[in-house]
């Protein structure tokens, strides 16, 4: 497994309060072929730190630190270098798909945008990529025409998917990708994305605060909280042999198989006292 993606002391801010660290001194590294998980809760700073390796963080934030991917800087590039790396190498699905898609254009020439913009493919070849990657994603190619509030959640979701993985990008960042799906169809997304990521031997990051999609496709797991890193492992060491007291208290509030074990409130005060002791 290769290193593609490398994160030293990153810390996110916003500009006119540097002192308020959103997102606190993370490192960690993608590799190859692996789908990496980062967990935690609600404002915990995971997509801060996805939107910072795309370069695409709020005019009111800054980041400090340093993101290599394929070997290059790319806190360094301008705009223009960045463009031809975002959604060509590295692609990613945003958190709110139903308002990243566009509306009033269809499904098909939305999959063709990014075909066109870093391949430059036009005319039959374009359309043929075009139905190949809708077929690839389990949407038959007849709904290329089809606009986006003809399909269900799920078929929206997954042009998204479509779009994210039109140049076969390196490494795959998907932020919570399934939360808005029920349960079924977010199994078959998972499902989905994990074949592509294996097919098309991508690195992946997975950005969820659920622990049963952990459970089911991860294979290494970050936890956030409040900005900082605070666990990195195999899926197994953190599921099953948990470190940290916020790892244990998050795990705590997972039902088990059964769906009988209590659920556990997070006991905040007790977990500052843990973590700083
Ligand atoms: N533009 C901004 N200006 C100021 N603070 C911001 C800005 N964007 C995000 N934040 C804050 O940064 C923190 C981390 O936000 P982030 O979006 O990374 O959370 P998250 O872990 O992805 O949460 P969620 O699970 O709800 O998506 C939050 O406290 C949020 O309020
Ligand atoms: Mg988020």
């Given amino acids: ?26 490192n960690f590294s993608l590799s190859t072929g692996k789908t990496t998980c980062i967990v935690g809760e609600s404002g915990s700073g995971k997509s801060l730190t996805a939107l910072t390796i795309m370069g695409l963080l709020s005019k009111q934030l800054q980041a400090s630190g ?82 986006p509030d003809e399909l269900s959640g799920g078929q929206r979701q997954r042009v998204m998917i479509a779009m994210s993985i039109a140049c076969e990008p390196a490494l795959l960042i998907a932020d919570e990708p399934t939360t808005a799906l029920d349960v079924t169809v977010q199994a078959q997304v998972l499902k989905l994305l994990d ?46 042999h948990p470190q940290h007291p916020y790892t244990k208290a998050l795990l705590a509030c997972v039902p088990d198989a059964e769906g009988l074990k209590t659920l556990k409130p997070i006991d905040y005060a007790w977990l500052s006292q843990e973590a700083t002791a």
Avoid: C, W
């Fill in 1 to 26: 497994m290769s290193e593609i993606l490398r994160i030293s002391q990153l810390n996110v801010t916003p500009k006119n309060d540097t002192s308020r660290l959103l997102v606190n001194q993370a």
């Fill in 66 to 147: 340093n993101v290599v991917f394929q070997g290059q800087d790319i806190t360094q590039l301008d705009d223009k270098a960045m463009q031809t790396i975002r959604g060509a190498k590295i692609g990613m699905i945003f958190q709110e798909p139903m308002t990243s898609l566009n509306p009033v254009l269809t499904v098909g020439y939305q999959i063709g945008e990014p075909l066109t913009a870093h391949l430059r493919l036009k005319g039959q070849a374009l359309k043929s990529r075009v139905a190949e990657l809708l077929e690839q994603v389990g949407i038959p190619a007849s709904r290329a025409d089809s606009y």
């Fill in 195 to 240: 074949a592509l990521k294996t097919r098309m031997n991508m690195a992946m990051l997975f950005i969820t605060h659920d622990f049963g999609v952990v459970a089911d496709i991860a294979d290494d797991v970050i936890v956030m909280f409040r900005g900082e890193i605070v666990e990195t492992g195999t899926r197994d060491q953190v599921l099953n």
